[in-house]
């Protein structure tokens, strides 16, 4: 139903910041609770933050809390990551999701193809 294109990944050094976007067609942008989730290598998958459909709400991890803001603008089909003071645990391939709930991952149906971010100490 909905498409999702990633954005804005890339290696940076710890301290940095990067905004991440996720570009979305094909479906009602703002019937989906959007959200974004990452996976490093031999590690699990991890909720990062999620967003309700209009944005009133938001959702993160322990791990991001205070570091990355998630927001999202419906008149352009958008979804933003923004993260600040990023740590080389952050290192990790970030996927933008849609779905029914943003703050439960089971309920993210939809996956863009996801975008590298890579932090260096």
């Known amino acids: 139903q909905v498409q999702l294109v990633e954005s804005g990944g890339g290696s940076v050094q710890a301290g940095d910041s990067l905004r991440l976007s996720c570009a979305a067609s094909?479906?009602?942008?703002?019937?989906?609770?959007m959200g974004w989730l990452r996976q490093a290598p031999g590690k699990e998958r991890e909720f990062v933050a999620g967003?309700?459909?209009?944005?009133?709400?938001?959702y993160y991890s322990d791990s991001v809390k205070g570091r990355f803001t998630i927001s999202r603008d419906n008149t352009k089909n958008t979804v933003y990551l923004r993260m600040n003071s990023l740590k080389p645990e952050d290192t990790a391939i970030y996927y933008c999701?849609?779905?029914?709930?943003?703050?439960?991952?089971?309920?993210?149906?939809?996956w863009g193809q996801g975008t590298q971010v890579t932090v260096s100490s």
């Open positions: 999701v849609a779905g029914r709930v943003a703050g439960q991952t089971a309920s993210y149906d939809y």
């Open positions: 967003i309700s459909r209009f944005g009133g709400s938001a």
């Open positions: 094909g479906g009602t942008f703002s019937s989906y609770a």
